[in-house]
């Protein structure tokens, strides 16, 4: 490899701002917003959806089927085997 031309791949904390759930992974994006864990500074990345609060990951989605669309493909395709 090349020296000098991969980014600098680091600790940092994700924070879930639906939920405010947190967890320190590795990456490479960086934030100005920096919290210290175990005597070493890591920046603090908010997102604003993530798995934990997405509603197709925690089973809250509902479909939204207001023509019939959903139930017609599954009268003509989910029979099928």
């Known amino acids: 490899m090349k020296p000098d031309i991969h980014p600098d791949y680091h600790k940092v904390i994700f924070v879930d701002s639906a939920t405010g759930t947190e967890w320190v992974t590795r ?37 939204l089927d207001t023509d019939g669309k959903i139930e017609r493909f599954r009268k003509r395709y989910g029979s099928r085997k």
């Open 27 to 63: 990456s490479t994006i960086t934030s100005k917003e920096k919290r210290d864990v175990d005597g070493e500074e890591v920046p603090v990345v908010r997102l604003e959806v993530s798995s934990v609060s997405h509603p197709f990951w925690t089973g809250q989605m509902c479909e």
